[in-house]
């Protein structure tokens, strides 16, 4: 699930267009040589600057806990890039 976007207004602005936002839920589809994902049923490709911008919190079966506290306690270990903090089960 997405938590934040630290990327520019314009980017942001376009990101939410295309249904990557706060809450959205998205799956990795490949990450070779640009990121892609998977949002409400469309595939889009992000370049690797832009997609390490985007915090997520992975989904999983058990309860989801706090963002505020996974985030918190979790950022240290976040690898920098987008494909392997997007890494959610298959389901």
Not at 30 to 35: I, L
Not at 52 to 63: K, M, Q, W
Not at 76 to 90: D, E, G
Request: glycine share 8%; aromatic share 0%; proline share 7%.
């Amino acid at each position: 699930m997405v938590l934040d976007m630290a990327c520019g207004d314009q980017e942001a602005c376009r990101l939410r267009a295309l249904g990557i936002c706060e809450g959205a839920r998205l799956n990795v589809v490949d990450a070779r040589h640009a990121t892609l994902v998977e949002v409400r049923g469309t595939r889009v490709a992000l370049g690797r600057s832009l997609s390490e911008g985007i915090t997520v919190r992975p989904l999983g079966d058990e309860a989801d806990p706090p963002a505020a506290a996974v985030v918190a306690s979790h950022a240290a270990s976040l690898p920098a890039s987008l494909p392997a903090s997007l890494a959610a089960p298959a389901r």
